[in-house]
C-alpha cells in the first residue's frame, strides 16, 4: 500500500501500525536493531521511486520504529532494550534538537519500569 501512496507514511495511524509491527519483529529476534531496519529498509525500498518523500523522514522514522521497539522490549528483554534505545537515538540526529521527543522517550521508558516496580511489590 505504501509502494502505491507513500504519502501514508505521513499519517499517524500508519506509523504507529508500523511501529507495532516493528516491535514485534524485534522482539522474537536475536538481533533487534537489525531486523527492525530490515523492516525499514523494505519501506524506504517501497517508496524509492516517490518524490514527495524526504531521506530525514525516512531516517526519523526508523528512529521511531526502534523507540517503539526499545520500549516494547523492556519487559521482555532488558538487557537489549537500552542497546535498541541507544541505536534509535544515534539513528535519528533529528530527536537529539527536540527536548520533548527525549523526555517522551525517557518517560515511556521510566513509566514502564515503576509500572513493573508496583506489580513486583508485594502487600503487607
Do not use: C
Not at 24 to 45: Q, R, Y
Not at 60 to 89: D, H, N, Q, T
Amino acid at each position: 500500500a505504501v509502494r502505491e501512496a507513500p504519502w501514508l507514511l505521513q499519517e499517524a495511524a500508519v506509523v504507529e501500525w508500523l511501529k507495532r509491527i516493528a516491535s514485534t519483529l524485534a522482539g522474537s529476534s536475536s538481533h533487534p536493531v537489525a531486523a527492525v531496519k530490515k523492516f525499514w529498509k523494505e519501506i524506504t525500498n517501497a517508496v524509492a521511486e516517490a518524490e514527495t518523500i524526504y531521506t530525514g523522514s525516512l531516517r526519523r522514522l526508523f528512529g521511531e520504529l526502534l523507540e517503539a521497539a526499545a520500549i516494547s522490549m523492556k519487559r521482555g528483554s532488558p538487557r537489549r532494550a537500552p542497546l535498541v534505545a541507544v541505536s534509535a537515538l544515534l539513528n535519528d540526529p533529528s530527536s537529539w534538537m527536540q527536548p520533548a521527543r527525549l523526555y517522551s522517550l525517557y518517560r515511556a521508558w521510566t513509566r514502564e519500569s515503576l509500572a513493573t516496580a508496583e506489580h513486583a511489590k508485594v502487600s503487607p
